[in-house]
């Protein structure tokens, strides 16, 4: 057993005292007076998850209650608990002996005491160096995306035999953005001039941005050369390249985005983890005839444009595709249109992932 798997037990077994607050900073202290950023991002990962999954049961829960009242039974909460360890829990078998011990009545007090220790997590991490974020940000994206690749693998499992969803992990993990200092907030202020007709998600916040899993799970599939040029057109408040630009040092990407304050945002992140030197948002109006959008190995779009600035976008796209290979990595509707131009253009079929939400064309 790891110790942030230990870690995390003991902050639940001694939360349910109330004392969670003291045990936390004594934990540091013990360990003479530093948490490594390491098992930091453990215990943020652990906890976030606990936090989802007791969710999770608690709705399971339910519905087992109502199956057994029907068949006159009564299944025992080890026997409820263990299938699922079989399964979308088999990441955290860690948990199992815990859950059992905690009994059904602690569902919802271990999903407080989790959401506390997520949140203690990220304010403890959030007063430390640069160095300690980056570390902690990396080893949390790098669990995340074992977490949402053993999810992609059991959903297309369960698609075909079970037809229900299972525990969803989509927005267990958004709470990283705290760590970027990603103020949705800003939104709310938003003044759209409706004339520019361009599609601005006004005060969208959070909304706006691709999820982690989706963000995760293509960068995974892409297996981008190193070296390689991103560019995200319409970056929004930036998760897409901070995540990039965390896990491949090595490539260099851009964002553009129409929003000012969204821009300034996803830079001030981009500084503070000191990732500026390949990482970089820049106000642009990309329906703009003036602006040629530059050359790079993948672009990204995820429902940015109106029918005019999609048409003139992927105009470039295409011209460019007929000089060096390109990949358009779409997230939503952009899909119908590259499906298209695809076929055109006689392009490869393209990679499909997170439930049909995200496609990966090839110009070859
Ligand atoms: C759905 S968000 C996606 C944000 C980000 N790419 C992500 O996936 O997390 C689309 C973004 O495109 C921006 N956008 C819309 N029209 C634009 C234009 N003409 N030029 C630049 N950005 C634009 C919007 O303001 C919005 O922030």
Known sequence: MKLSHETLLTLLEESSSNR???????????????????????????????????????????????EDKKLNKKTSYEDFLT???????????????????????????????SKDIES??????IERSNSDQK??????????????IHEEKNQEGRAQSLGHKGLCLYRTFDNLDDLFD???????????????KERLYERAGVGVQSGYSTILLALDRLEAKEGSTIIDLGSGYGRVGLVCSLLRPDIKFIGYEYVPHRVEVANNASKALKLQQNLNFKVQDLSLK???????DIYYLYDPFTKETYVHVLNQLIAMSKNRVV?????????SWLIEISKENSWPDPIIIDEGNLCIFKSE
């Open 327 to 335: 990949t358009i990595v779409t997230k939503g509707n952009g899909r």
């Open 182 to 196: 990603l103020n949705y907030e800003l939104d709310k202020e938003m003044v759209v001039d409706y004339s520019a």
């Open 290 to 296: 003036s602006f040629k959008i530059p050359e790079a």
């Open 20 to 66: 969670i607050n003291s045990n936390f900073y004594n934990l540091k202290e013990n360990e003479e007076g530093y948490l490594d950023p390491l098992k930091m991002a453990n215990l943020y990962i652990n906890s976030a998850l606990l936090v989802t999954i007791m969710g999770f049961l608690k709705e399971q829960l339910w519905l087992k209650n109502e």
């Open 135 to 148: 570390i902690f940000a990396i080893k949390s994206l790098d669990e995340m995306t074992k977490k949402f």
């Open 120 to 125: 203690q997590v990220l304010s403890l991490i």
């Open 83 to 113: 299938p699922f360890f079989l399964n979308e829990l088999a990441p955290v078998s860690f948990l199992k002996k815990f859950l059992i011990d905690s009994g059904s009545e602690k569902i919802n007090q271990i999903k407080r005491s």
